[in-house]
């Protein structure tokens, strides 16, 4: 009877022992089925990856600028096309008086908001005040799949001095509408995030008299987007040229990403496109305001020739 007791009590240990060794091993179990941290870095690092090419690809596949001119999208209107337009300025302009049947999709949080109800099968086409931000709009539609285009010099200089744009301007307001496009969610959440950040960056622009302190003190860097002709013809002292256009991104990889970038043209619309690849791409990069004619040349800034 005594020997029944002790090999019942030790089956019993037994079997406790096993129980206990597989309650010990549960949590490790679990663990397993979570995200290591090197699986997070990887999906972080993946997803910068993809917001990094498809900056780089907007200047690999680029074939002309994406710019159309007031009276060629006035052409469009009386020939009874049915466009899709814009106007990423602020409501009470836009309440003031816009092109007729144009959305609001105002520059900044609003823009955030509203990026992802936009079309990926027709034209899109974008106008601001003088084209600035409208071209870094429109680099940033690009990268998303949507084939976005800049009214030229904008609503201030483009539209109104055009003869006879008070006909295409309504007050009537349209609601954008949601046009169910798929997107790549990394690159989609990277430019919500580039208009969600414009309010508190000067629009990533910045005033000719404040850039001229900076550069003669060699805190920035300077790069002129002109062609070279109109470069060698007089440049800020110091800026590198790196002419606007198909595959000007090679040549982003001998700039510093450890100071501010200042990046001009002629009126600020193909430095506006510029200035927001090269902040996707990782560049402190900003816009000069109102380019070299507009701006620089404007205020009677000096300029070299060497």
């Not at 596949?61 to 602020?90: C, H, M, Y």
């Not at 007050?171 to 046009?179: G, H, R």
């Not at 510093?256 to 690849?277: E, L, S």
Request: charged share 20%; aromatic share 10%; with cysteine.
């Amino acid at each position: 009877m005594k020997k029944v007791f002790i090999t019942l009590l030790a089956a019993i240990l037994m079997i406790a022992m096993v129980g206990c060794a597989s309650s010990a091993q549960t949590p490790a179990s679990s663990d397993s089925a979570a995200p290591s941290a090197s699986a997070a870095s990887a999906e972080s690092a993946s997803t910068g990856n993809a917001v990094e090419t498809a900056a780089a690809n907007y200047f690999a596949n680029f074939t002309a600028n994406p710019a159309v001119k007031w009276p060629d999208l006035f052409a469009k209107i009386d020939a009874g096309e049915s466009l899709f337009i814009v106007d990423i300025r602020q409501q009470d302009v836009y309440d003031e008086g816009h092109i007729k049947g144009a959305y609001r999709a105002s520059w900044g949080s609003d823009l955030a908001g509203k990026v992802s109800m936009l079309p990926k099968d027709k034209p899109v086409y974008i106008y601001c005040y003088t084209g600035q931000t409208a071209g870094q709009t429109v680099a940033l539609l690009k990268m998303l799949g949507i084939d976005a285009y800049t009214l030229q010099s904008g609503y201030v200089n483009g539209a109104q001095k055009t003869e006879g744009y008070e006909k295409y301007v309504d007050k009537t307001a349209t609601e954008l509408p949601k046009a169910g496009a798929a997107f790549d969610a990394g690159v989609l959440s990277a430019v919500e995030k580039y208009f969600n950040e414009v309010a508190d960056n000067g629009n990533f622009q910045i005033k000719p008299a404040d850039a001229q302190p900076l550069i003669d003190a060699g805190k920035v860097a300077f790069v002129d987007v002109r062609q070279a002709a109109d470069y060698a013809k007089g440049h800020v002292k110091g800026a590198v040229n790196i002419p606007f256009g198909k595959g000007m991104q090679e040549q982003f990889k001998t700039l510093p990403k450890d100071k501010q970038i200042i990046v001009t043209c002629y009126t600020g619309q193909t430095a506006g496109q510029t200035v927001a690849v090269m902040r996707m791409m990782g560049y402190n990069a900003v816009s000069l305001q109102g380019g070299m004619t507009n701006g620089w040349e404007a205020q009677s800034l000096p300029t070299v020739t060497d």
